[in-house]
């Protein structure tokens, strides 16, 4: 692991398993948990393999997994794999830090047709390392597949520096969205749905 992530040093002791309540409670009542799924469903073939980064509680996974799909979720933080391990048996859930990411190293050597990085990942990874992040998705997706990428705009991490550093990780900015159910994007938007993709050739 490199320098530890936002979730770790801008939060409070426990948030982690204040977090872990809130999603298991908010799916008890029903609520719609599945918006980031679907979207990535009509990016990817019937299938497909796909990253979840940073995949937290792995509800995100999850609904991938019961469209069809073979996921991989990763995320930093142990008490998250430790809960998504035990919600959503159909995904593999492994602890890693995003900045550095090798999954060949963790027995996953197969690239990705897609990733996702939803729940405002780039928000709480370590400062300064949004670039190296980007960079370590993109060296594990398949030429030509998308990486998804969703944050509120009041993070603290510009979409001027995200499109930076998404050109640097060898990406290419295809759609921007202001919602995962595919708003029109618009410069006052409270939250930004992007979709990048890797050059085919």
């Known amino acids: 692991m490199g320098k530890p992530t936002r979730w770790v040093t801008e939060t409070k002791p426990g948030h982690s398993q204040w977090y872990v309540d809130r999603f298991r409670q908010l799916a008890a009542e029903g609520a719609d948990l599945a918006g980031e799924a679907r979207l990535l469903d009509t990016l990817v073939p019937p299938g497909a393999r796909i990253l979840d980064a940073g995949c937290g509680t792995g509800r995100v996974a999850a609904a991938l ?18 809960a998504a391990r035990a919600d959503h048996p159909g995904p593999r859930f492994l602890v890693a830090d995003l900045a550095d990411l090798d999954l060949a190293a963790q027995d996953e050597p197969e690239p990705f047709d897609a990733a996702v990085v939803a729940g405002n990942v780039m928000a709480f990874v ?3 390392t949004e670039r190296a992040v980007l960079t370590r998705i993109a060296a594990h997706i398949r030429p030509d597949g998308p ?4 944050f509120g705009t009041d993070r603290g991490y510009p979409l001027t520096e995200l499109d930076a550093d998404a050109v640097a990780a060898g990406l290419r900015l295809e759609h921007r969205f202001a919602t995962w159910d595919l708003r029109p994007w618009h410069d006052d938007a409270e939250f930004a749905v992007t979709v990048l993709r890797k050059p085919a050739s």
Not at 71 to 82: E, N, S
């Open 65 to 82: 997994a019961e469209r069809g799909h073979t996921v991989v979720g990763v995320d930093a933080d142990p008490v998250l794999i430790d």
């Open 147 to 150: 990486v998804v990428v969703g």
């Open 126 to 128: 370590a400062p300064g």
